[in-house]
């Protein structure tokens, strides 16, 4: 557990991102880095891109599994339960003080500056283990999109019986040379662009999915729903009932997660207004737009669907026609995914980087860096360093996606086991010691149950997640085509 025991306040000159303050002629903040320029707005795009996944059009599956009430308001909870911890992760950015003290550049700085102890490697095994698990399936779910491109095209010219078998190898091999290229930008101070072009992908797609409901529930072909959704005996067994809606509840909770990089994100932004009030006002309008468009997808979804709502309705075919558009509502998918990979990819590449910078200053592989023209860019710097890691780490997680094709029912798990300590127990323990909540008063035992509340939630959520995980491995075989 060592590995993850780093510190608190590691010199901004590993980065290569300090300057001489006592040169005026230098845009510097308050720690001596290169002054942040980052906004509410482009900390909005980094939320929406990080929650908005594909994962959207699969929320009329989990209300089918929970029904009209359970499922809306279960979708609704969470989304406040989600803002509200923000809140509280925000205000810890800085320490003591939210507006004037010390800043905390990742979340296992925040809470070994709050908590400190064990507390801080805990920190580090539940972050890092599910940013890795996201890069993994996100490989995946973008191979899974392209292929769905090709296969629309062969439904539509050979019919709906047809035999149109596609590998997803190639395609994740494209999408493991884009985020090889990507991975080359410095920090996550650079990624704005990138982000801005994700989340209007995300709007899109999740549009063109509300469209295609909508269309279907005024056409009259709608399937059957109930209040309490699926019916046991005629949709599926006792057993399935009650492990799909464990990870249906599940599945919800984890759609609004994002305090994996809300640390990383915040750091990004000016601190004039002050960077807890620009991040709140961030989670505000992220976690608003994501709970419009989940409400949207799954309830007009179920409503087209019924109970035999598919997993994903583009790439699992709930639609087939206007071929043309299911092709670019998946292309926007894994574009969207191309730019949210790096928004997960980024704080393991710092992570790392820092690190090495710490323990090997005079290794000049390491910590050089060298200026290359590259045309209609301008100017870029190269570390060979951050070449051959980043170029390294983006093929492992490649091939792990090759090798294990039923990696999102791994990454379910992996959500159930990081969702309650990365987006409640951490935020809310850092809020009663950051604001010396009285113990046993009625605000600390409300924190206390809301904490009680999602530990029995996550736990639900992982039962569901390794019965998924164990019909998945009945029939793995390596290197299978994932849609037969």
Known sequence: MKGFDTEHDPPAAESGDIYDVS??????????????????????AHIITAVIGSGVLSLAWAIAQLGWIAGTLI?????????????MLADCYRAPDPVTGKRNYTYMDVVRSYLGGRKVQLCGVAQYGNLIGITVGYTITASISLVAVGKANCFHEKGHEADCTISNYPYMAVFGTIQIILSQIPNFHKLSFLSLMAAVMSFTYATIGIGLAIATVAGGKVGKTNMTGTVVGVDVTAAQKIWRSFQAVGDIAFAYAYATVLIEIQDTLKSSPAENKSMKRASLVGVSTTTFFYILCGCLGYAAFGNKAPGDFLTDFGFYEPFWLIDFANACIAVHLIGAYQVFAQPIFQFVEKRCNRNWPDNKFITSEYSVNIPFLGKFNISLFRLVWRTAYVVITTVVAMIFPFFNAILGLIGAASFWPLTVYFPVEMHIAQTKVKKYSPRWIGLKMLCWVCLIVSLLAAAGSIAGLISSVKTYKPFRTIHE
């Open 23 to 44: 040169d005026r002629t230098k845009n510097v903040d308050d720690d001596g880095r290169e002054k942040r320029t980052g906004t509410w707005l482009t900390a909005s």
């Open 75 to 87: 979708l609704v909870i969470f989304s406040f339960i989600t803002y509200f911890t923000s809140t």
